[in-house]
Each structure stands twice: as structure tokens, then as C-alpha cells.
């Protein structure tokens, strides 16, 4: 989903079921970073968010594709 809310120290699970090669960004000034490198088709990349707020990621290769998790 483009927007997300969970409890601090929910870890998520991201799976590209897509074609193309993405990856889990965080955008830069954010509290917490984190970086999935280049996913291909099948890869899997799991974060544990700690800080309580709103982080922002996208994906490096495609400027459209972004999303935030509301950390509570």
C-alpha cells in the first residue's frame, strides 16, 4: 500500500513479484535509513522500523513508486 501504520518494532517484508528490478529506499533526511539494494524477481528485503513517526521510502529505479509507514 502507498501508505501503511504500524507499532514500533513490526518488522516488514518486501517481495518484488515484478519483471523489473526495484528497490526499498529510504528517502534521505529520514530518521532511520535503509536501503534494499537492487531486488530482482523473487528477492525479499525485511526492515525493522523502531522510531516512532512517519519514514518515506521509494525505489531508486522508478521516481513514481514511493510509500511512507506511520511508525506508532
Same mark, same amino acid.
Given at each position: 500500500?502507498? %501508505? $501503511? %501504520?504500524?507499532?514500533?518494532? %513490526? !518488522? $516488514?517484508?518486501?517481495?518484488?513479484? =515484478?519483471?523489473?528490478?526495484?528497490?526499498?529506499?529510504?528517502?534521505?533526511? /529520514?530518521? /532511520? !535509513? @535503509? =536501503? #534494499?539494494?537492487?531486488?530482482?524477481?523473487?528477492?525479499? @528485503? #525485511?526492515?525493522? @522500523?523502531? !522510531?516512532?513517526? %512517519?519514514?518515506?521510502?521509494?525505489? !531508486? @529505479?522508478?521516481?513514481?513508486?514511493?510509500?511512507?509507514? $506511520?511508525?506508532?
Amino acid at each position: 500500500p502507498a %501508505t $501503511i %501504520t504500524v507499532t514500533a518494532g %513490526t !518488522t $516488514i517484508k518486501w517481495t518484488n513479484k =515484478d519483471g523489473a528490478a526495484h528497490t526499498v529506499t529510504s528517502d534521505a533526511g /529520514e530518521a /532511520e !535509513t @535503509f =536501503d #534494499s539494494g537492487s531486488m530482482a524477481n523473487g528477492s525479499a @528485503f #525485511s526492515y525493522q @522500523f523502531k !522510531t516512532a513517526g %512517519t519514514l518515506h521510502y521509494h525505489c !531508486t @529505479f522508478h521516481a513514481g513508486m514511493k510509500a511512507s509507514v $506511520i511508525v506508532n
